[in-house]
C-alpha cells in the first residue's frame, strides 16, 4: 500500500473539516476524491502533501502513512525529495514570469544535479507536444489548457512515482480537458500511482479505478469507479442522474 489515511480529523481553527476520514491508495493505481464544493477534498489533499493554505488545516488525530511511514511531522519538501510525491494545486501555480523550460528545470532542484534531465524534458515535451512549441515562452503567455499541461510536467521532473492532482480540469476546454486525462491515464499505464481530487465527477470515475465520495468532511460511498457509476445516489448527487 502506498498511501493510507487511517481515521483522520481535521480542523481549521474551531471548524473541523474533516471527520475521521479513512481511505488509501495502492501501487499503480488511479484513486479518485469525488464530492461538491466544501466536502474536503482539498483539506484532504492538504493533509496528505504538507503543504498547508495560509490557514493551515490542524491535524486532530488520526494518521497518515506513506509506505508505511507516518508522514505527520515529514516537511513537505521531504516529501518530494525523500518520498517522491510531487503535488500539481488548484489553479496551477506555475511561475508565469519564467519561460517554460525555466519552470521545468526548477522543478528538478532537489534532485542530484549530476542527473542528465534531458530524457525527461524530452518524456514531457513528447507528451505534451504544445509545451516544446511554446518552450521558450513565458509561461503567463499560455492557454489555460497549456498551463494545466506544464503544471503536470513541473511535477513531473520532480521525479515522483506518486501524483496528486487538485481540480484539474478546472476552467479547461472540454478539448484540453480530454486530452490532460488521456495523458494521465497514459501516466498511469506507465506506472505512476495517482490521487485524483475532481469536481466533475463523470470524468474523475471514468479514469480511476477507485474511488471515494465525500460530503461535508465525511466519506459517504466508496468502491470500484464501476461501482459508484452505477450507485444510484452517486448518480443522483453527483453525476447527474
Known sequence: ?????????????????????????????????????????????YSVTRLPPPEAPKVVSGDIKIHGQSILETP?????????????????????????????ILATYSRDKSIDFNPEMERVFTLFPRLKERKNQRSESLSGGEQQMLAVGRALMTGCTFLLLDEPSMGLAPVLKYEVFRTLKRLNEEGLTILLIEQNANLALQLAHRGYVL?????????????????PEVKKAYLGG
Open 215 to 231: 460530503d461535508t468532511g465525511n466519506i459517504v460511498a466508496e468502491g470500484t469507479s464501476s461501482e459508484l457509476l452505477g450507485n
Open 76 to 104: 513537505a519538501s521531504a516529501l518530494v525529495s525523500d518520498l517522491k510525491c510531487a503535488l500539481v494545486p488548484e489553479g496551477r501555480h506555475i511561475f508565469g514570469n519564467l519561460t517554460v523550460m525555466e519552470n521545468l
Open 1 to 45: 500500500m502506498l498511501l493510507s489515511v487511517e481515521n483522520l480529523i481535521v480542523k481549521y481553527g474551531n471548524i473541523q473539516a474533516l471527520h475521521g476520514i479513512s481511505f488509501h491508495v495502492n501501487e499503480g493505481e488511479i484513486v479518485t476524491l469525488i464530492g461538491a464544493n466544501g466536502a474536503g477534498k482539498t483539506t484532504s489533499l
